[in-house]
């Protein structure tokens, strides 16, 4: 509990020193007595966050002490292991603010910072406003407030898992579905560019060699004369016989010179060999240029037939072979389109059934929680003279959604024999703040 507050230079106050006392503890005063003061004060010193401007008019500096009694078990005693910091059956916090708006904090003369604070206000403080019952009147939250009396965290997290599960397994079928459409609109295209791909089978590089056979044949009868004179040029009739005369002579000759023609009868047999190299390239060189219209023309229809498909489907030629390969796949994909969708719708199925038996899970759970809730609120109106007053908690069928299948409503009956109805048609706000000091209780 608070044992004392310590207020120096904040706002109006100059200097205060507040002691509290074991059970309830009431300040009263007109409006403008400071009130909202003291409130500020005691959130400034716990790190909630609030107005800037505390600090007296012409102080240097405000500070707010407040102490706080410890029991063994409370929830504090673990943030405070959790931040390294010593403590015994009491907390005291400490914290300035200078003129320049720097605030520093202290928990037991040990320097802390406004996240550990405020981790520790959340144990040690809860604070209720005037208006703080208005949230009650919007049904969308009892159901939240019935899961926090219950604890079903754990049957949550598996709803949600398997709400994510469900609503991936929904878009993958939709996507699935929408793509086989996109196919099944473009069948007959895929199936007629597919076999004519097939029945060309193109191959990666042939546009470059047939463009080059192509402009070789059509300058072979130019360039045949001048090939077929250098061959004339390189063979027995030429250069190779001459060769050949100059090798046997040296050879005869060699014996009588001591090795003086060794060297030159070696390049001579390295020209020779070279020679041969060379009319070998012309001779190959002779059997491509050797062909009649018919091969041009075969050649050319080829080459046209890869250029044109190449413009038709956006592609290089080289790139028709993998453009194929997809448009294959494409066409595979919708021929395959019913059998897969069938898998997908039934992994969709099998997920609803998780997050149905999720929902049931939570649903049981709510239920037997909606009971235990109902008596303990039974037990706490009666000494806040509601005794005849009826609170129950009501839970229908909902939408399936990530937090199960049920739709929670706290309804109240007043008076005996009367009706229960839901929260926001209950016209007292007096019996509204009683009903949620009981519901927080």
């Not at 044992?3 to 002691?19: F, K, P, Q, V």
């Not at 520093?104 to 019952?133: K, M, Y």
């Not at 008076?415 to 109805?421: E, F």
Request: hydrophobic share 45%.
């Amino acid at each position: 509990m608070l044992r004392t507050l310590s207020i120096r230079d904040m706002l109006l106050i100059d200097r205060l020193e507040l002691e509290f006392q074991p059970g309830l503890n009431v300040l009263t005063g007109e409006t403008g007595a400071g009130k909202s003061i003291l409130l500020d004060s005691l959130g400034f010193v716990l790190g909630w966050r609030g107005r800037a401007d505390l600090v007296r008019q012409g102080a240097t500096q405000g500070e707010v002490e407040a102490v706080f009694e410890l029991s063994a078990d409370h929830p504090a005693l673990a943030v405070l292991a959790e931040a390294g910091i010593d403590h015994d059956d009491a907390v005291i916090l400490r914290r300035i603010n200078t003129a320049e708006g720097r605030k520093t904090a202290w928990i037991n003369d040990r320097r802390a910072s406004g996240e550990v604070l405020r981790a520790l206000s959340e144990t040690l403080v809860e604070l209720h406003g005037q208006h703080d019952d208005r949230g009650l009147l919007n049904p969308r939250g009892h159901r939240q407030l019935l899961d926090t009396f219950a604890g079903v965290d754990p049957e949550l997290a598996v709803a949600r898992a398997a709400w994510r599960g469900l609503a991936e397994a929904r878009r993958r079928r939709a996507a699935a579905e929408a793509r086989l459409t996109e196919l099944r609109a473009e069948e007959d295209f895929l199936r007629h560019a597919v076999k004519e791909l097939d029945q060309l089978d193109p191959q990666p590089g042939e546009e470059a060699e047939l463009d080059t056979r192509r402009r070789l044949m059509q300058s072979a009868t130019r360039l045949r004369e001048d090939v077929v004179r250098a061959g004339k040029a390189l063979g027995d009739e030429g250069a190779e016989h001459l060769c050949l005369d100059a090798l046997r002579w040296l050879e005869g000759a060699a014996d009588g010179v001591e090795g003086r023609l060794d060297a030159a009868i070696d390049s001579l047999t390295r020209a020779l060999s070279d020679l041969a190299e060379a009319q070998a390239g012309v001779e190959t060189c002779l059997d491509a240029m050797d062909t009649d219209p018919a091969t041009l023309e075969q050649v050319e229809e080829r080459l046209f037939a890869l250029r044109g498909l190449a413009r038709k489907h956006g592609v290089l030629a080289d790139d028709l072979g993998g453009h194929a390969e997809i448009l294959r796949e494409r066409l595979a994909a919708l021929d395959a389109g019913d059998s897969g969708l069938s898998k997908l719708a039934q992994a969709e199925t099998e997920a609803a059934r998780a997050h149905q038996a999720a929902c049931v899970a939570l649903t049981a759970r709510r239920t037997a929680a909606a009971a235990t809730l109902d008596q303990a609120m039974a037990r706490e109106l009666a000494p806040l003279k509601m005794e005849r007053a009826v609170f129950q908690t009501v839970i229908d069928p909902a939408e399936p959604g990530p937090e199960g299948a049920d739709a929670v409503t706290f309804e109240l009956s007043t008076n005996p024999g009367a009706p229960a109805v839901a929260l926001n048609r209950i016209a007292s706000g007096g019996e509204l703040s009683r009903f949620l000091l009981a519901l927080k209780v």
